[in-house]
Every structure is written in C-alpha cells, then in structure tokens.
C-alpha cells in the first residue's frame, strides 16, 4: 500500500465534509494515495512480494493477470509491464478490466486455466491507482476511494483445497450507474478540430449502487454455497469487497453471521475497488486467522455492474 495517508481530517480542509459524516455513512477513517506513483508500479510491487512468499521464482510462471480498472496505457497493458520487469519471459499476460469485482473476476479466470491444464502457475495481481480519477471537489467520490495493490499465487495442486466453485455475473443496463469515461463524447468524425474531453472522473449513482448490492450479492453467494451443498453457518469467513461498512452489515444481517466472520479493513484504506478482497485475505493470513481447513466465501460487486463470488477451502 502506498504510504502517503489521506484521513478524513484531512479531507475537511478540502471539500464540505466531515468526519462524523463520512465514518457514519462509509465507516472509512483514511485512505491511502499513490503519490507520483503508476499503477504498473504498485502491481509490480505486490507481485514481487508474492512470488518471494510463495517461494517461487518468476521464470516459472505461465501466467500473468492484472486486474485493473485504471491502467497506466491503452498498451501496453500493466500485466505486460510486469512481465517484463519480472522477467517472466515464458508467462502470457493480459490484463482484466472488471472494477470492483477484479480479484474475484481474476480468481475464476485463474481456476479455469489450472483446470484446463494450460497453466500450471500463474500471478494474479490487482491494483488501483483510483486517485488519478477522482474529483476531489465531490465529496460523494473523494471521500470513499483510496490506492493500492495486491497479489497472489495459484498452482495447480492434487489436494483437495483450494478453489472449490465460483459464480460470475454482471448486468451491464445498470453501468451507467458508476462510469469514468476516458474518452472523447464528441463524435471522433465530426467537421472541425477535435475537442478533447478533460472531464474523466469517476461519477457514482451511489444509492443505485447500494440497491444493486442489495440483490447481486446475496444471489452470488447463494449460489456458492448452493453448488457446494454448504450453508453460511459452515463458512468460517465471509470476505467482501470493501465498498461501504454499511454493505458488509447489510450482509451480516442477511445471513445471521457473527459480524467476527466478516473481515474489514475499510475504515483503514477505504474502497480499493478490485484491490480488497486480495489486501483482506493478505492481511488476514499474516495475522494468523486462515488455518488449514476453513471455508471462505469472497465475493465482489461493482463497476460494469460486475458481481461473482468464490468458495475456498484453505
């Protein structure tokens, strides 16, 4: 995670906001900001750090994936950076653009290449350089997203661990509802000099949003369980992208957890988009919470509208 803290207090002296308001309606105290720092940078880091915890060397990877709605290029792609800082040279890489939903998204793409026996290892990377598309002027933004990055490692294994079913969707008639356009809306062919659009912030239809997670969430996660024959009761940790404190009570309260198997990190990097789910499990491992055994449920929800959820077995 980037060092440069950007708390609420802070934040006051920047836009018509305040503490009380913003923990009471996001539950996030601070976030972090990449400072003169590209997102390739920041997935590099994150990749290097994984592959050293796996003890694995980067010459043995078969795949690269990057899962970013804010890359640095059009092309190259951030997933080919990193290949090439790596030094990966016999791993494919490309990029996967599914916002919120990235690590999960990323996850499933993963699984069904080790399944199909066309990868054996492979680097899943998310990261988000999301202050680069944000208003600062609009406190219904600036106030809820932060930078970062993450990673992990997936190979391919006989044990009976690991990812066990998925479920991905997305409805894209509600996109409109979170949108960060990064081009020109005039018409490219027009007469005339071509006038270039500068307006490229992310914009949010929050309370549209939240209805969408209302309904997506709890059909991605049922349908986990479902296809495992399991129930909540038997998940040991519910890990969900942290969009909004109130999103993760919402699912709390849906499925009668003890809020301890709900894992948040929200209040000290606020919505990281594709990046959490991974930083959640990163920071739950290094903790000693995972042990050998427990059932996890990830999901994701956000731009596109993307939705999908993973079960995992440690």
């Known amino acids: 995670m980037p060092d440069r803290k950007l708390t609420n207090e802070m934040l006051e002296r920047m836009v018509d906001t305040n503490d009380e308001w913003i923990v009471k309606r996001t539950g996030i105290r601070e976030r972090r900001i990449a400072q003169n720092t590209a997102t390739w940078e920041l997935a590099l ?23 970013t709605a804010t890359p640095d290029f059009f092309t190259p792609s951030v997933s080919c950076i990193v290949q090439g800082k790596l030094g990966a040279e016999k791993a494919m890489a490309f990029d996967l653009s599914a916002a919120c939903s990235g ?48 990673a992990a490692v997936f190979q391919a294994s006989d044990a009976d661990d690991g990812v066990l079913t998925t479920y991905m969707r997305a409805n894209g008639t509600l996109g409109e ?19 270039v ?17 209302a309904t997506a969430v709890p059909e991605a996660i049922d349908a986990v369980l479902h296809q495992a024959n399991m129930t909540a009761d038997q998940i040991d940790w519910f890990v969900l992208h942290q969009a909004n404190v109130r999103i993760l009570h919402m699912i709390t309260t ?19 988009s594709g990046v ?28 596109g509208l993307t939705y999908g959820a993973a079960l995992i077995r440690i």
């Open 45 to 67: 880091e994150a990749g290097k750090r994984a592959l050293t915890d796996a003890g694995l060397d980067a010459a043995a990877l078969d795949l690269i994936i990057v899962g």
């Open 103 to 150: 690590f999960v998204y990323c996850v499933d793409v993963a699984d069904s290449f080790i399944r199909a026996g066309k990868a054996k290892n492979i680097l899943v990377i998310c990261a988000e350089t999301l202050s680069r598309i944000i208003d600062y002027t609009d406190r219904s933004t600036c106030v809820i997203f932060g930078d970062g990055a993450a």
């Open 177 to 195: 509802c979170l949108k960060a356009p990064i081009l020109p809306e005039e018409d490219p062919l027009a007469p005339g000099p071509r006038a």
């Open 197 to 213: 659009c500068d307006h490229r912030f992310l914009k949010m239809a929050g309370s549209d949003v939240f209805r969408f997670t």
């Open 254 to 272: 849906r499925y009668g957890l003890n809020p301890d198997k709900v894992y948040v990190n929200i209040d000290r990097y606020g919505n990281t």
């Open 276 to 303: 959490s789910v991974a930083l959640c499990l990163d920071e739950m491992r290094k903790a000693g919470k995972l042990q050998p055994g427990q059932h996890i449920v990830i999901c994701g929800f956000g731009g």
